[in-house]
């Protein structure tokens, strides 16, 4: 069902304001993330809006980099036709927040998140930092929700007091089917890690328990040794008497 048009500038056909049919299943264009109603889309071309993304404005000046503003482009101007996000990390093909003179991307959504957040695993407000809280370079920032680990400039929701954090994805549930996928393989990978440092750890251990046991009984028997030396001197010693 159709019902009011609208001209954007990322699309060369009018986008009608549409309903989903029952059952459909549909990507925005600009956030890549699933369509619920309601949008806007071009059925000719297979383009389509979440009226929200539809809105987003064409520029923005953000806390995270305040030396540019950043512009809103309906496509990536990379030669690889694609970016990377420097809030959540994760590659995009669609719509995103620029800066052309310093390389700076986001998607939409990661520019539009808010700088303090409460979610149900944690009693406390989470907020939101532009890179890890964790001043030593060797400590790894492993999220709280998923287990798997963020690069030091990703974005992350934190809890100082309790130190616990999450990636900014995680905490709001903005995942697209891409960085579902890559999520679900980055927990998987950090699983298989945590068992293989697991089962090293436990081999270590019983290495150490082997050699601890071999060198109880080393000593057990040098021990024995000893007391049957002196045994057997004591026992052929001659007898010495002694006369008053």
Same mark, same amino acid.
């Given at each position: ?20 049919? %029952?059952?459909?299943? %549909?990507? *925005? ?10 949008? !806007?889309?071009?059925? &000719?071309?297979? +383009?389509? @809006? ?14 995270? !980099? =305040? ?13 690889? $036709? ?13 719509? &995103?927040?620029? *800066?052309?003179? #310093?390389?700076?991307?986001?998607? %939409? ?18 907020? @939101?930092?532009?890179?890890? =809280? ?8 492993? #999220? ?23 990636? &900014? ?7 697209? $089917?891409?960085?579902?996928? &890559? ?6 990978? +950090? ?13 270590? +251990? ?26 057997? %001197?004591?026992?052929?010693? =001659? $007898?010495?008497?002694? +006369?008053?």
């Amino acid at each position: 069902m159709k019902f009011q048009e609208n001209q954007h500038f990322s699309h060369k056909h009018i986008l009608n304001a549409l309903k989903l049919d %029952i059952g459909e299943e %549909i990507d *925005c264009n600009a956030c890549e993330n699933p369509i619920t109603d309601p949008l !806007h889309g071009c059925n &000719s071309c297979h +383009y389509y @809006l979440h009226d929200e993304c539809l809105n987003t404005p064409r520029s923005l000046q953000h806390i995270c !980099h =305040p030396s540019h503003p950043l512009t809103l482009l309906p496509n990536p101007t990379y030669s690889s $036709r694609s970016f990377s996000c420097n809030a959540c990390g994760s590659e995009g093909n669609a719509f &995103s927040f620029s *800066c052309a003179h #310093c390389e700076f991307d986001l998607h %939409i959504q990661c520019a539009k998140l808010p700088v303090k957040i409460l979610i149900d695993k944690h009693p406390h407000e989470l907020n @939101l930092l532009f890179n890890s =809280p964790y001043k030593d370079e060797n400590v790894v920032f492993v #999220c709280d929700e998923c287990h798997g680990t963020a690069n030091r400039d990703n974005w992350v929701y934190y809890c100082s007091h309790c130190d616990f954090g999450t990636h &900014s994805n995680c905490a709001t549930g903005n995942v697209t $089917r891409k960085e579902e996928a &890559s999520s679900s393989h980055t927990r998987k990978e +950090y699983l298989m890690e945590s068992t293989a440092r697991k089962v090293e750890e436990i081999e270590a +251990y019983n290495k150490a328990q082997e050699k601890l046991m071999a060198a109880t009984l080393q000593a057990k028997l040098e021990a024995q040794g000893r007391r049957a030396a002196l045994d057997l %001197i004591d026992s052929g010693s =001659p $007898r010495k008497y002694y +006369y008053y």
